[in-house]
């Protein structure tokens, strides 16, 4: 089975612009969760998508949304970019539905602001 | 709230010896516990985890966790540290009802050297 995948790989943006990035998970995979990875604050949580539907929220603005289709792909936007937004985004997916079932993490979208 | 203390942004160790990486985490409902693993420009992939049942868990590579609900611990082990073994590890928390929501620590850098 192919891994996660997300597109692009790397990314550079300027302040106030916006940006969507993008997920596959692994196939028949109906959960797709969002990472956000930096140095100052490590991987912090920023939503999980199940069947369509957001199902669990972490602490970031409004700036930051997503999506996820039918077909289980997921798109994240960050809105109006700023600098502190620079970081290593991370998809991760997971099959079934229970609490403690296995996330399997994309290779990473690194996003620069400039 | 939940949360996952790594003791040790940075551990140094000779190839051949023993690896230990130390995890305490805070939870008021039974955790669930993982550790991943990152390589340089990596995702993150999964060592091991533990839901329920045996305490002693083992994973890839040689590396095996004790949780330990008496000191909120899960250490992660390895009797004889590879050069391949140089990475950055975490540490990771969820709960039932937190769905797919994983709390990691800060990490942690494992050196080896010859």
């Known amino acids: 089975k192919a891994g996660v995948t997300q597109t692009p790989r790397y990314l550079i943006k300027t302040r106030g612009q916006q940006v969507t990035l993008s997920c596959s998970p692994i196939?028949?995979?109906?959960?797709v969760s969002w990472y956000q990875q930096t140095p100052g604050q490590g991987l912090q949580f920023l939503f999980e998508?199940?069947?369509?539907?957001?199902?669990n929220k972490g602490n970031f603005p409004g700036r930051f949304s997503g999506r996820q289709f039918s077909n289980s792909r997921s798109e994240m936007n960050v809105s109006t970019l700023e600098l502190g937004d620079s970081a290593l985004y991370l998809c991760?997916?997971?099959?079934?539905?229970?609490?403690?079932?296995?996330?399997?993490f994309g290779p990473g979208t690194r996003l620069l602001v400039l | 709230a939940q949360s996952v203390t790594q003791l040790g942004s940075h551990v140094s160790v000779s190839e051949g010896a023993l690896v230990l990486l130390r995890c305490n985490y805070s939870?008021?409902?039974?955790?669930?516990l993982f550790w991943y693993v990152q390589y340089p420009n990596q995702g993150l992939q999964l060592l091991l985890k533990?839901?329920?049942?045996?305490?002693l868990v083992k994973g890839i590579n040689g590396f095996e966790a004790e949780f330990k609900k008496s000191e909120t611990s899960f250490h992660l082990t390895k009797p004889s540290a590879h050069m391949s073994d140089a990475a950055e590890y975490f540490c990771?928390?969820?709960?039932?009802?937190?769905?797919?929501?994983?709390?990691f620590g800060a990490g942690t850098r494992l050196a080896v050297h010859p």
């Open positions: 990771a928390v969820t709960f039932s009802g937190g769905y797919n929501k994983l709390i």
């Open positions: 533990y839901t329920t049942g045996a305490t």
């Open positions: 196939s028949g995979h109906r959960s």
């Open positions: 998508y199940f069947s369509e539907t957001q199902r």
């Open positions: 939870s008021s409902v039974p955790p669930y």
């Open positions: 991760a997916s997971s099959g079934g539905t229970g609490y403690q079932e296995t996330q399997y």
